[in-house]
């Protein structure tokens, strides 16, 4: 297990099996990592995507930190709050690409800005990591303020689609 600590926040890897309990029974999870259960559930458009990272994971265990759910704890709650997620490891191009989510209660308090900002440090110091991609929806209003004040540009944009870039 891995774990970042910011100001507000510990961003914590998840196991294998504490992702299955993410993805079909979230209370389990809390009360694993003895957190305070919130009454979350995982959204159901995300059921797959920690599906094929738990696949991912069992077939290539040396590349589990780029394809595990890390968890947002809002410490003065104890409570998880969101997750991130590279989308694998860095390949030819030296990037790697992040995805992220917090409960709506949670917004507009630059909790996401922070936990992405430190998962940005930490990926560009890894080995063959020069940038950290992430592509928003040209509606995401929100989570484009997040990856601007986190230091990303935009590198480019399709018709419903802006692709984002940090790489210092």
């Known amino acids: 297990m891995m774990r970042l600590d910011t100001e507000r926040l510990t961003l914590v890897t998840l196991t294998v099996q504490q992702m299955r309990w993410q993805r079909d029974d979230f209370p389990r999870l809390e009360r694993a990592m003895g957190l305070v259960e919130g009454g979350q559930r995982l959204d159901d458009e995300l059921r797959p995507v920690v599906s094929r990272a738990i696949a991912q994971m069992q077939r290539r265990p040396h590349h589990a930190h780029w394809h595990c759910q890390?968890?947002?704890?809002?410490?003065?709650?104890?409570?998880?709050?969101?997750?991130?997620?590279?989308k694998g490891p860095p390949g030819e191009t030296?990037?790697?690409?992040?995805?992220?989510?917090?409960?709506?209660c949670y917004h507009n308090r630059g909790l996401a800005t922070e936990a992405v900002g430190a998962m940005v440090r930490w990926a560009?110091?890894?080995?063959?990591?020069?940038?950290?991609?992430?592509?928003?929806?040209?509606?995401?209003?929100?989570s484009m303020r997040v990856l601007q004040k986190a230091g990303f540009i935009i590198t480019s944009a399709t018709a419903r689609y802006l692709y984002w870039k940090a790489d210092e």
């Open 70 to 86: 890390w968890v947002a704890i809002l410490k003065g709650e104890g409570r998880i709050i969101g997750s991130l997620a590279f």
């Open 94 to 104: 030296r990037e790697v690409e992040i995805g992220y989510g917090l409960d709506p």
């Open 124 to 142: 560009l110091c890894q080995d063959g990591v020069e940038a950290v991609t992430a592509e928003t929806a040209n509606t995401n209003v929100a």
